[in-house]
Nanobody, 115 residues
Framework: QVHIRASGGGLVQPGGSLRLSCSISGVNFRIHPMDWYRQAPDNEREWVASISSGGSASYADSVKDRFTISRNNVRNTLSLDMSSVKPEDTAVYYC?????????WGRGTQVTVSP
């Protein structure tokens, strides 16, 4: 059974930093690419960043040069370091992994950017 637990969300001021993490169990962690998505109120869920099994990262244009995705294949954790945050970064952030054709999502963690 796959378990995904997200943590690290909260309230942050514009221009500040925040680190999100996901602890993932029940999959062969090191072989899967993984992603972060986010969903703002009244918006569709959108892709934020991905990291391959080998550590190569890609980012949405809206977060490029501000966010960094990383993975720890020993601790089975996926992280998202957010810096220079903006009010439009306010959303629920979700971890995502695909294993054997199945999509697995964490419950999400709320990030609110506000003065």
């Amino acid at each position: 059974q796959v378990h995904i637990r997200a943590s690290g969300g909260g309230l942050v001021q514009p221009g500040g930093s925040l680190r999100l993490s996901c602890s993932i169990s029940g999959v062969n962690f090191r072989i899967h690419p993984m992603d972060w998505y986010r969903q703002a109120p009244d918006n569709e869920r959108e892709w934020v960043a991905s990291i391959s099994s080998g550590g190569s990262a890609s980012y949405a244009d809206s977060v490029k040069d501000r966010f960094t995705i990383s993975r720890n294949n020993v601790r089975n954790t996926l992280s998202l370091d957010m810096s220079s945050v903006k009010p439009e970064d306010t959303a629920v952030y979700y971890c995502h992994v695909t294993s054997q054709g199945n999509h697995f999502w964490g419950r999400g963690t709320q990030v609110t950017v506000s003065p």
